[in-house]
């Protein structure tokens, strides 16, 4: 389409602007790219610390809970004790126009364990302390995992659109521009001809 456009010097004006500002959008989208992509790797770096943190976290949990288990029985009535947690907090930080999350718990004031110190003994409490850590960890990782989700899609389409201006636009308004300018320089050759042929027929 842009090698149909007229030849004059007002395309050419409009072309080289247009090829400028594709230029500029491609400079701008890759650097936005890569600083995605450098957020991300440091997110799934991120991610792998914390996965192993769960890890280790519900081994020793569960190693407490066994031996509380062992000591005061099967403990399912002290665990319904423990209230559902619903003081998840959700809110957003922007990087590069990508909105991610941030997952917090709000923890109470008076953060004690919910079942009586008669009925439980040290493992148990350590068990519930271990169980807390695994639900912040799991907090943390579902933000951590869906923020590198985020980022790599945001990533695709960066691509994708970087792409299209370096092999599509940027190519044609580079074909628009020689095709215009040998046009002109042409027609400026047969101008000047033309008026030396005239000037010659004055002169005789």
Do not use: W
């Not at 907090?89 to 923890?107: A, C, D, H, W, Y």
Request: aromatic share 6%; net charge positive; glycine share 2%.
């Amino acid at each position: 389409m842009l090698n149909q456009v007229a030849p004059t010097k007002g395309n050419l004006i409009a072309i080289k602007k247009s090829y400028s500002l594709s230029k500029l959008g491609f400079e701008l989208l890759d650097r936005k790219r890569n600083i995605l992509i450098r957020e991300m790797m440091t997110l799934i770096e991120k991610a792998e610390e914390i996965q192993n943190s769960i890890d280790t976290a519900y081994s020793k949990a569960f190693t407490m809970l066994h031996k509380a288990n062992i000591a005061l029985g099967v403990c399912k009535e002290l665990s319904l004790a423990v209230p559902i947690e619903s003081r998840l907090k959700l809110s957003f930080r922007s990087v590069m126009g990508v909105e991610i999350p941030i997952v917090q718990f709000m923890e109470m004031e008076n953060s004690t364990v919910p079942f009586g110190l008669y009925n439980s003994n040290s493992d148990l409490d350590k068990a519930y302390a271990c169980f807390r850590e695994v639900r912040r960890l799991t907090a943390e990782l579902a933000e951590v995992e869906t923020s590198v989700y985020l980022l790599a899609n945001a990533i695709k389409k960066t691509q994708k659109r970087a792409n299209a201006l370096k092999n599509i636009m940027i190519p044609k308004f580079e074909n628009s521009i020689i095709s215009i300018t040998e046009a002109l320089e042409e027609k400026e050759r047969e101008e000047f001809s033309r008026l030396k042929v005239i000037k010659n027929l004055k002169e005789k």
